[in-house]
């Protein structure tokens, strides 16, 4: 696959220099170093002469003018003092690696310096270079989606984006996977009572009586795999259009239980493009296979409208809304529709942390009402990239549903409140062929007026991820 077009190198390297202002008036007097030419005792107390500021943009501009072995020989020489000094090392030693074609070795050293200080800018849009020249994409792109809030203009920021138009365009058919190990508490889903009192299955009297909830209802804890897999397909239609197909396969195995489930998924959209984000409207489809629990597989098949958006430099607007159509081969009587509406509003507070703004609706309806829903969702995220190579990602929502007819056997309309949240933590310098570890704790509780549908859920999540 091709890599990044000079010219969209050269447009992120401007970005670079706009951000910090790099001065190269040190050079304006003529005192520029031949390339690999030995150094003169003249150059060499000249580069002295200068204090460490003027020591870094001199060392920074040798590399990128080519003096190589010169920057290296003065960078050994004379090490640069002060709390910068390791960063600023590691940055220096990750551009000369970077202009001698050791791509893969400079990311190590920018790597370092990010995560010793996640909020070094400049590190962070060299690095991003280096990893769009690598065929890095998805890396690439979230160090570059980072970055945007930092941009010092509204168009250096429409700059950056383009940027990641054309490695979009640059790689028009994308493949992700992962494999996680899975504990959890609450493997099914299931009640955390063993008994509900029934007050319409009779009793003395007709007051209704205690029964004694299945063992396969009740909640169960196991540890499983988890796996899935994502194909894409992106084609520019013309300027302003895009066509996007989509296909995704996750799958979750919990041997000590025998439970199994496998979740397939395919979409077409075609995107409007805008100057700051996109407008979609297209079809979807899903299979959920649950050979265990077969009234709970389904397929479904229905339409999507989706849009993003730049409201400032630092706001991003993303929703959806999708309509669709459900059949339960194992149970009929649950066939029905579902709409389904969702939007994300993110502020980046600086290139290394951000936060989130959640709200959904969902109104799903049944051949059994009582099963019929429709609720609401509202919820917080949060995503901070911190010293010592330490991410962190939160999230926390509450959901509040109502059904729409009287449970025969409660004898009430059922309602729930459900409340979710959960962290990750990666380790961004701790990485393999381009991968760091993740590991994910959530946990849920879900309050109903019916015991049955009452439970708590703790779960761990261990994978890999490459957006790092």
Do not use: C
Not at 28 to 40: C, D, F, H, K, V
Not at 94 to 105: D, F, P, S
């Amino acid at each position: 696959m091709a890599s990044a077009q000079p010219s969209q190198r050269k447009k992120l390297r401007h970005f670079i220099g706009a951000v910090f202002a790099l001065s190269i008036g040190i050079l304006e007097s003529g005192q520029a170093i031949a390339a690999e030419a030995p150094l003169t005792p003249d150059q060499i107390a000249y580069y002295q002469s200068g204090d460490e500021n003027a020591r870094v943009r001199l060392l920074i501009e040798m590399t990128h003018t080519g003096h190589l072995d010169a920057a290296k020989t003065l960078l050994k020489r004379f090490p640069l003092q002060g709390k910068l000094a390791e960063n600023r090392t590691l940055f220096l030693e990750g551009l000369i690696l970077e202009n001698r074609g050791q791509l893969n070795a400079s990311t190590v050293k920018f790597r370092s310096a990010l995560a010793n200080d996640p909020k070094l800018t400049m590190v962070r849009a060299e690095l991003a270079q280096v990893l769009a020249r690598l065929d890095e994409t998805d890396s690439a792109k979230h160090h570059l989606e980072l970055l945007v809030a930092e941009a010092p203009s509204p168009e250096q920021a429409a700059g950056i984006r383009s940027f990641m138009q054309q490695l979009d365009a640059n790689h028009p058919l994308k493949f992700s996977g992962f494999v996680a190990v899975a504990p959890s508490t609450n493997i099914n889903l299931g009640s955390s009572h063993d008994t509900v009192y029934a007050p319409g299955l009779g009793g003395v009297g007709g007051a209704g009586s205690s029964w004694q909830i299945a063992p396969a209802n009740q909640k169960q804890s196991g540890t499983g795999i988890t796996a899935g897999a994502n194909l894409g397909f992106a084609h520019h239609l013309g300027d302003h259009f895009q066509g996007v197909l989509a296909a995704g396969a996750v799958g979750t195995y919990y041997p000590t239980l025998s439970a199994a489930t496998l979740g397939l998924s395919q979409s077409a959209e075609l995107r409007y493009l805008t100057t700051t984000g996109y407008l979609g409207l297209g079809g979807i489809s899903s299979e959920t296979i649950d050979p265990v629990n077969r009234a709970l597989a389904y397929t479904s098949y229905g339409l999507r409208g989706s849009f993003e958006t730049m409201l400032t430099q630092r706001d991003q607007l993303a929703g959806s809304a999708t309509f669709e159509f459900r059949n339960y081969p194992g149970g009929p009587a649950s066939n029905g529709t579902a709409l389904m509406l969702s939007s994300v509003l993110t502020h980046a507070i600086d290139s290394s942390s951000n936060v989130a703004l959640i709200l959904g609706y969902e109104n799903v309806n049944q051949q059994i009402d009582f099963n019929s829903y429709h609720d609401g969702t509202l919820g917080l995220g949060f995503y901070k990239e911190l010293p010592h190579g330490i991410t962190l990602e939160g999230q926390a929502t509450a959901r509040f549903a109502g059904f729409d007819g009287v449970n025969p056997l409660a004898l009430v309309t059922r309602t729930d409140e459900n409340y979710t949240g959960s962290l990750t933590l990666t380790k961004r310098d701790w990485y393999f062929l381009g991968l760091a570890p993740s590991l994910n704790y959530t946990y849920t509780r879900n309050v109903s007026n019916i015991a049955v549908y009452d439970y708590d859920s703790h779960a761990v999540d261990v994978r890999l991820t490459k957006k790092f």
